[in-house]
Each structure stands twice: as structure tokens, then as C-alpha cells.
């Protein structure tokens, strides 16, 4: 059985979580998009793991973890990401499995994102600044981009990384008046990187069809949200890479047919971090009620996260787009103890009700909510482990969320802990 993970929303819904969970009974995890502008959670006991380019299978040493052809990777976070590990006894070697066609982020990257999102002021995208925009644009550009597989042969990468930084330095130069960044520098990172990793590359491709043919089960990792998707997000206040179950088969060689079951990850209230159209916000004390409780703040850069009621126009978009099967709604404890819940259940654009999502990021920035109101609860629920023993308003809400996204909702996250989940 394999099963892929996506987020449904604009990321943080909680994926780490259902990752963790759902990788007990798989063979590999897989990371198959972005970079370490993810923040994955895992809480296990009294430990608590933010992974960023680590497949959440990682925590879980029986696992084989692989980071795909369309990951970025910054070998920098990825070091002390394992090491992290390490130290609480958890070791990689041998199961983690990094593609040769991924693409490295080094620090000029991150230069770039940072210094044009400076010089965009009001208008930026509220990037995580890791980088990412600038190694995905050199990718789809190819003259200067770097690949894990690069790291192989060291002579030759040395009289690349002279060309393609004399060339980011007449950029940050002439553009921004920015310090130039020196080759050797880098080049003395790289050789490290290439100890430290050669031992863990691989055609990944081929690894995970052998893994299919030998009977395995494999769990597929979905970074960021669907609507963080470059095409099919609300662009130009999205990621760069494709974020949607769509970019599954396209970021590790495996088509989506070879998956039995895409499971949604949505939370029952809307976050957004960074800027762009936000149609449920609430900035306001609902917003603020919700980031309390919640814990709303980055896993990646500890940026208070935007809140909003559930947004059934989004998540509906994103099941059908990602050919979901069966949802899992997180964060249900953290409503509790509202009057009323607020549902948008369309938009009216321009006069116009809508109910398929516009990714047109000026046209959605004018959406006006149609909202249902629904009664909500004041018990606490962070103990509850079955479905029927929620208080009858907070199955009602799941079921209203259900009629409205014509998904099921399988599993219920009650709180950040393994235990804190209620399957139906
Ligand atoms: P991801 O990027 O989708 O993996 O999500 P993040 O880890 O960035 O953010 C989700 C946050 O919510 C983390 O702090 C999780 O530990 C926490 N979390 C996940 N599920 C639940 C839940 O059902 N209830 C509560 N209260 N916290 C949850
Ligand atoms: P996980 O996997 C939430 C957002 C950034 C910004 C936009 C572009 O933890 O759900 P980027 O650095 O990718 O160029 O930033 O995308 N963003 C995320 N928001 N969760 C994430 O990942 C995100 N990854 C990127 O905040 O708005
Ligand atoms: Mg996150």
C-alpha cells in the first residue's frame, strides 16, 4: 500500500504529525518537493523534532528515508539535522537515500532571497528566506545550478562555482550594492558537504521502482500546502516548487498511479504565513484566540502565522486538484471553547457567487466569505480518542466540514502527540 501526504491549506497542517503516524506501518518515507523552508513537527513522548528537509519517517529507525530528484537541498541544515538526531541516538546511516538530481542550496541563494526580498519592501512575498526561489530559478535556468551529483567530482565543481559566482556577484553588486561572496568559501563548504554525503547518494528513481517491485510500502511527504503551488496556487504568493499531490510523481519518478490512497492534511481553521489573498483572516481577537491556542507560530522561522476560520472553497479546491481521498482534520482541540464556528462555504466576487477557488491572486484578494455559523463547545477534548465520545457539536462540525468538502474524514488530531488522534 503506498499513500502520499499533502497538505490542503498553506502549509502547517499538521503533516509532520500524520506522517509520523501513518510511517509505523511503512517500509520508506519519502520527501518529494521543497526544501528546508518546511517545518515538520513530530512530538514523540516529552521529544519534540522540527524536521526540515528530513523525511518525518526519520524519527522511526526502522525506516528507509529518501529525499527525491526535486528536493532543494541545503546540505548546511541537513548536517545538523542529522546530527540532531544523533544526539538523541538516532542515526541515518545506511536508510537515507539522497538523489543525485537534487539540487544543492548554498549560501548565494540564500543571499539572493534575502536581498530581493529587502529591496521589494511592501511588495515582498514574505519568503522564509532559505533560499529556495533562487535555487529552483537556476534549476529551471540550468546554466548555473549545482546537483547533489556534482559533489562527486570536486576539480570540476571548483571551476563551476567560479563562473556561477562571478556572475551572482555582478548581480548583487550592480543590483543591490551588495558585498561580494567569495568562491572559496563556498568551495571549502562543498568539499565538506561531499564527505559528509557521498556515502548517502543514489539514483533514487531506481531505488524506490525496485522498492514497488520487491513488495514494499511506501509513504510519499508532501511539503508546504496546495495552495503554496507554483502553478496551481495563489500565485505569485506562493513557493517555487510544485507543493500539491501534483508534484508527486513529477519530484521522485514514481507516477501517481502507483499510489493507492492520497490522504488531505487540513487543519479546521486556516493559517497562512507570509504575504497574499487570505480570504478567511481574522485579524482580530478570533485570529489571536486561535494563535494562542494553537501555537501558531513557524516551525521553520517563528513567524506569528495568520489565522482565519475553515475554508471549505480552498480545501474542496485542493481535494480535487490533488485527487485526495480521505482527510485528516487536525487541531480540533484548539477551537474549543468558542461560541460559534464560522464556515466559508463561498466567495462573492465582483457581484458573483463562487464556489471553485480562483488562484487568481488579484481576483481572490476581492473574494468576499459567504459564511455558514455553527455552534461550538467548551469541553476539552485533548483526551478524547473516540469519535463518538467528542461533544455532539464537534462531530456535528466534523461532519459539517465533510458534507461540505464531499471528503471523509478518517483521522481527527486532538492534540500535537502521537496518542492525541482519533481514527474512524
Ligand atoms: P506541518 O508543516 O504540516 O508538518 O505542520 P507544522 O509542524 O509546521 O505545524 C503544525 C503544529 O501543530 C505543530 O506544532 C504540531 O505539533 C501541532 N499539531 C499537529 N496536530 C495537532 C492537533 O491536532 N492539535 C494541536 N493542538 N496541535 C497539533
Ligand atoms: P511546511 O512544509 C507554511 C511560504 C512562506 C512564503 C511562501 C514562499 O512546514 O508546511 P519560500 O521560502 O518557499 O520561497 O516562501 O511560502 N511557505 C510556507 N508556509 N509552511 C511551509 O512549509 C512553507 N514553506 C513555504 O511563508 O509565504
Ligand atoms: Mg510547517
Known amino acids: 500500500m503506498n499513500t502520499c501526504i499533502v497538505g490542503l491549506q498553506w502549509g502547517d497542517e499538521g503533516k509532520g504529525k500524520i506522517v509520523d503516524i501513518l510511517a509505523e506501518h511503512k517500509d520508506i518515507v519519502v520527501r518529494y518537493s521543497g526544501g528546508a523552508n518546511a517545518g515538520h513537527t513530530v512530538v514523540i513522548d516529552n521529544n519534540t523534532f522540527a524536521l526540515h528537509l528530513l523525511p518525518s519517517g526519520s524519527v522511526r529507525s526502522n525506516i528507509n528515508c529518501v529525499i527525491a ?68 530559478a537556476d534549476k529551471i535556468g540550468r546554466s548555473y545550478a549545482v ?24 548581480i548583487f553588486s550592480a543590483l543591490y550594492n551588495a558585498e561580494p561572496i567569495s568562491d572559496d568559501d563556498i568551495f571549502e563548504k562543498c568539499k565538506c558537504y561531499a564527505d559528509r554525503f557521498l556515502p548517502f547518494m543514489t539514483d533514487t528513481t531506481a531505488f524506490l521502482h525496485k522498492a514497488i517491485e520487491d513488495g514494499k510500502s511506501i509513504l510519499f511527504e508532501g511539503a508546504q500546502g496546495s495552495l503554496l503551488d507554483l502553478d496551481h496556487g495563489t500565485f505569485p504568493f506562493v513557493t517555487s516548487s510544485n507543493s500539491s499531490s501534483l508534484g508527486m510523481s513529477v519530484g521522485c519518478g514514481v507516477p501517481a498511479r502507483m499510489v493507492d490512497r492520497f490522504v488531505g492534511v487540513a487543519k479546521v481553521y486556516s493559517t497562512r504565513v507570509g504575504a497574499g489573498p ?34 471549505a472553497v480552498v480545501v474542496s479546491y485542493a481535494a480535487k486538484i490533488g485527487a485526495i481521498d480521505q482527510i485528516a482534520l487536525m487541531h480540533l482541540d484548539t477551537i474549543a471553547g468558542m461560541k460559534e464556528l464560522k464556515v466559508c462555504r463561498a466567495y462573492k466576487i465582483d457581484g458573483k457567487e463562487i464556489t471553485f477557488f480562483p488562484t487568481n491572486a488579484a481576483k481572490l484578494s476581492r473574494a468576499q466569505c459567504i459564511y455558514e455559523t455553527v455552534p461550538g463547545w467548551q469541553e476539552d477534548i485533548t483526551g478524547v480518542d473516540n469519535f463518538h465520545d467528542l461533544p455532539l457539536n464537534a462531530q456535528n462540525y466534523i461532519m459539517f466540514i465533510e458534507e461540505m468538502i464531499k471528503k471523509p474524514v478518517t483521522i481527527i488530531g486532538v492534540g500535537p502527540k502521537r496518542k492525541q488522534t482519533i481514527f474512524r
Open 278 to 311: 487570505f480570504p478567511t483572516e481574522q485579524d482580530n481577537e478570533i485570529g489571536q484566540y486561535i494563535r494562542d491556542k494553537g501555537n501558531e507560530y513557524g516551525t521553520t522561522t517563528g513567524r506569528p502565522r495568520r489565522c482565519g476560520w475553515f475554508d
Open 69 to 136: 530528484n526535486a528536493v532543494v537541498v541545503d546540505p548546511q541544515c541537513l548536517i545538523e539535522e542529522i546530527d540532531t538526531l544523533a544526539r538523541k541516538n538516532i542515526t541515518l546511516d545506511g536508510r537515507l537515500f539522497i538523489s543525485e538530481n537534487a539540487h544543492v542550496v548554498l549560501d548565494y541563494h540564500k543571499q539572493e532571497d534575502r536581498l530581493r526580498e529587502e529591496s521589494l519592501g511592501e511588495n515582498k512575498i514574505g519568503t522564509t528566506i532559505r533560499g529556495i526561489g533562487p535555487c529552483y
Open 147 to 170: 546537483r547533489m551529483a556534482d559533489l562527486r567530482d570536486l576539480g570540476e565543481l571548483k571551476d563551476k562555482l567560479k563562473t556561477i559566482i562571478e556572475y551572482k556577484n555582478k
